[in-house]
Structures are given as structure tokens and as C-alpha cells.
């Protein structure tokens, strides 16, 4: 195939995918979908150079750290660009970006690895200059006031939950616990209201794999649950 007839295959399947034909042009990832550091440079200068890390470290950090967004934002796109660290080319990179957990957990993952390597291999901004870690393993409020913790992707975006809700319904079980039935009744009763809200409590919870997901504490459906009776 002649090298002008492929463009115009890219264009015109960049054209029918609704995709903007700019963003296929920019190189550069959207700022929008990479993780903030949740935190500031320069907190409680001990004078010799250490300064506070986020809450929750409890650890001294260099003053420096985390560096501006935007520095983080360059190297990051050379990472990316380049597939692996460009300063620790043993580490892979991927920086899916679409809206699902595990591709912001990937996302979470590349800014800590790009601040982690920014002046050289294993030379850089520790992860407890932001609050990433954190939210990768999840310590956050739980939909309970006071009550226990939870993940901090957790509940998932609603998208991803109802895709996954939507195919549990039509296998009848979990698709990633097929030991677990889903039954999703569509109509008005009472009984049909709570076996929806069962469905969607195993749904969120078997989400990725066999016990796999957020806890039911990430939602209020228990509450609601019992509100039925
Ligand atoms: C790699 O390290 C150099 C300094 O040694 C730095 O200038 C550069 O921005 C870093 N590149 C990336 C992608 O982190």
C-alpha cells in the first residue's frame, strides 16, 4: 500500500471513530487524567534540607519534592513516548487511559515511577512526597461516617460498574466468581428491589476477580438493603 493512501486510512478511521484529529496529533498525554501529587513542596523546612512528606508518611522528604506538575508532566510523556523509564530502562511503562480502576492504578503507578527516576535511575521524588501511594492502596473515608476505611478507588466509576453489573445479569453469576449467583429481577416488588441491590453488592465486590473489588462499604447499599426490610 502507497504511504498516502495508509494516511488516509488513519484519517479516515480517526475521522469515523469521532476521535478529534488533533488529539491524534498531540503527542503529549491529556494533563487531565494524570494523578496529582496531593500535596506541596516545601513543608516544615528542617534548614538542613528535609521537609515534611504527605500526611499519613511520617516521613522526611527533600524540600524539592515533589517538583512542579509541569516537570513531572515532560518527563512523564518522555516515558511514556519511550515505552520504559527513560532514566531506569528496566522499568516498563503503561499509561492505559481509559476510565477503569486498574488503568488509574497503572496511571498512579507512572507518576510514581516518573518521580522516582527524574534525575536518574532510583534518583528522584520518593512516593511519600505525594499522597499516590495512598490512594493506590486505599485509605480513604468509607460512605459510612466514621466507619471503617476503604480503597481509595473505591466505588469504581459507574460506568465500569454497570458494564460489569450488565454482564453478571445475563451469566446469572459473577462472572469473576462463577460460584456466586446474580439474579436481577426487573420488576417493581419489594423482593425484586433487594435482589438488584444483592446483584449490585456482588457485582462491586467480585469487580476484577474472585472477591476482587470495593467493599460494600464503599456504597450505602447495605443501608439500603435494610431500609427494604
Ligand atoms: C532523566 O534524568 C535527567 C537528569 O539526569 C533529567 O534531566 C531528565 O529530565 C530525566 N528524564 C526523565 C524522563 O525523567
Known sequence: M????????????????????SQWRKRDVDPAIVP???????????????????????VKIPCFCPPPRDVMLKALNENI????????????????????????ISRINGVLVTLQNLRGPGVGCPAASTTLN?????????????????PCQCPPPRDEFISQLQD???????????????????????ASKKARIIASLITIQNLR????????VSTTLSQQLEALG
Open 168 to 190: 453478571n445479569a445475563v451469566a446469572g453469576k459473577a462472572v469473576h466468581n462463577p460460584d456466586v449467583k446474580v439474579d436481577f429481577p426487573l420488576d417493581d416488588s419489594v
Open 81 to 104: 513516548a519511550a515505552g520504559h523509564c527513560v532514566n531506569n530502562t528496566v522499568v516498563s511503562f503503561d499509561f492505559p487511559t481509559d476510565n477503569s480502576i486498574q488503568s488509574e
Open 134 to 150: 495512598a490512594r493506590r492502596t486505599g485509605n480513604c473515608d468509607g460512605a459510612i461516617p466514621g466507619g471503617p476505611k476503604i
Open 209 to 216: 476477580g474472585p472477591g476482587v473489588g470495593c467493599p460494600a
Open 36 to 58: 496529582d501529587f496531593g500535596f506541596e513542596s516545601g513543608v516544615n523546612p528542617t534548614g538542613t534540607g528535609d521537609c515534611d512528606g504527605a500526611p499519613g508518611t511520617n
Open 2 to 21: 502507497k504511504l498516502s493512501s495508509l494516511a488516509v486510512l488513519i484519517v479516515t478511521a480517526a475521522y469515523a471513530s469521532g476521535y478529534p484529529l
